[in-house]
């Protein structure tokens, strides 16, 4: 009878490797632990059915995210938190309409409907979320000359919100990130965790995109470029 290692011989490298991508989903169960922390991106109304910037199935993340985070003990949560005619908006920008991009300071900016104004009920989280354990909420976006997708640093890549550091201060090494929108904050947060030297997780079917001009597709380029990992809310172990 052929031994373990005569049957592996036999099989081959190329065999291997066609088998390799089943045997590794088996074994990719991530169970989260002190060290992981779930970060809630943008759920918010201004973003859902109804809103003025309405992602497409955007509400479908609720119960995706709802589900997973009973998995964490520590979960973030963030809201864009804007000034009324915030630098942003297209309708500060005459003759300039949502979606098309202009040049700032800090470089290109595309342009958006108004949204997310701050003490607005398009700026509250949406009812539905039920994660009481949430420890923090990040509020981003809130100076009115600089936008702000991540949940880390405002788009002009140097104004920190303090996550990294007050993460790192609860010992937290990899980060799970979910919501809306996956092309941009989601996106956005993700490369700056990475850069803030975080193992980072970013939850597909838990995520949706708005995909103007291609940007869906760029965004999974990026992130993988930078070893943001892409998984699927079935892949962590949540409890019963």
């Known amino acids: 009878m052929l031994d373990r290692r005569q049957i592996l011989a036999a099989l081959g490298t190329t065999a291997l490797a066609s088998l390799a991508p089943t045997a590794l989903f088996a074994a990719a169960t991530i169970k989260p632990d002190d060290t992981s922390a779930l970060l809630v991106i ?5 973003f859902l059915p109804g809103g003025s ?26 809201q ?21 991009t202009i040049d700032l300071p800090y470089g290109k900016q595309v342009l958006w409907p108004d949204h997310c104004v701050q003490g607005t009920d398009g700026a509250s989280l949406s009812k539905d979320l039920s994660i009481p354990q949430a420890e923090l909420i990040i509020r981003k976006g809130f100076h009115k000359d600089v936008d702000s997708y991540s949940a880390f640093l405002e788009a002009d890549g140097k104004t920190s919100t303090g996550l990294a550091g007050y993460l790192k201060g609860r010992k937290i090494k990899r980060v799970f990130v979910a919501g809306l929108a996956t092309d941009f904050c989601v996106a956005w947060t993700a490369l700056d965790a990475r850069k803030a030297g975080f193992e980072v997780y970013v939850v597909e079917d838990a995520c949706r995109g708005i995909d103007n001009q291609g940007s869906l597709a760029k965004a ?18 949540v409890s019963a």
């Open 42 to 46: 943008d759920v918010q109304n201004c």
């Open 53 to 78: 910037l309405a992602v497409k199935e955007g509400e479908q993340v609720v119960p995706v995210i709802n589900k997973m985070a009973k998995a964490f003990s520590n979960v973030v949560m963030t």
């Open 80 to 100: 864009d938190w804007h000034t009324p005619g915030h630098v942003s908006f297209a309708s500060v920008h005459s003759g300039k309409k949502p979606f098309e």
């Open 220 to 237: 999974w380029a990026d992130m993988a470029k930078a070893g943001v990992k892409r998984i699927q809310s079935a892949d962590i172990a």
